[in-house]
């Protein structure tokens, strides 16, 4: 079936460089993206979102990157920190297909980033 | 205030126990939502409320209960689980309209089944 999936599930970056993360989906109905940030014990955290009418958003520190031609997703985090360290997913939804205004989200295998000193 | 707030953090039944999950968010969010996790995968979606009505169920057994008792509240009823029902429940809301949808996760309970 269709899915949201990752092409790394380990980054390794040094601490002060940039991680780029990337994200590849084959729902072509996907127009809303997120990614979420997982720390150990804890439950998914919001980072960012985009919509398909939307190339590029940028927030504090991260940026998100969506290329519709290639179904492909990135997540860059400038300047890593130790406390960047976590599993990162991208998740998707095809807004309005089912459920009304309210569908589940479908999540990528996730990409651990760890940080060094 | 996005917080999500998921009770009991752990819970260790047996396979004949019945149970429940609790979930409240206080945002006037009008869809929640829950998802299973095992270890080092991502959440799958089990069911989703909206407007305190049961809009989706992905095909979840029926050992599995959803109640939405009001907006703000969530349950998931647990009944002769197996061992591989072990597992991260995680709950979340979101405005449930609107062009975004951003689903805000509570901390989860991490359930095991002997």
């Known amino acids: 079936g269709e899915s949201v999936g990752l092409h790394l599930p380990t980054l390794s970056v040094q601490e002060g460089d940039n991680s780029i993360i990337n994200c590849a989906y084959s729902n072509s109905a996907s127009d809303y993206f997120i990614w979420y940030k997982q720390e150990s014990g804890k439950g998914p955290q919001f980072i960012i979102d985009i919509r398909s009418n939307m190339d590029k958003r940028q927030g504090q520190r991260v940026t998100v990157l969506l290329n519709k031609t290639v179904k492909h997703l990135s997540l860059q985090i400038a300047a890593t920190q130790p406390g960047d360290s976590a599993v990162y997913f991208c998740a998707e939804m095809a807004r309005g297909v089912r459920g009304g205004g309210a569908d589940g989200l479908t999540f990528g295998k996730g990409t651990h980033l760890i940080i060094q000193p | 205030d996005t917080e999500v707030t998921q009770t009991p953090k752990h819970l260790v039944m047996g396979m004949t126990n019945k149970k429940s999950l609790k979930c409240e968010q206080h945002m006037g969010h009008r869809a929640m939502y829950w998802y299973k996790q095992k270890a080092k995968k991502p959440p799958e979606l089990m069911f989703v409320?909206?407007?305190?009505?049961?809009?989706i169920n992905e095909s979840v057994p029926s050992r599995f209960s959803p109640e939405c008792p009001n907006s703000s509240l969530l349950n998931l009823h647990l009944h002769a689980l197996q061992p591989e029902d072990s597992a991260l429940y995680l709950c979340?809301?979101?405005?449930?309209?609107?062009?975004?949808?951003?689903?805000?996760f509570g901390a989860g309970t991490r359930l095991s089944v002997l």
């Open positions: 409320y909206s407007y305190e009505k049961l809009s």
């Open positions: 979340a809301s979101s405005q449930g309209r609107g062009d975004k949808n951003i689903q805000y």
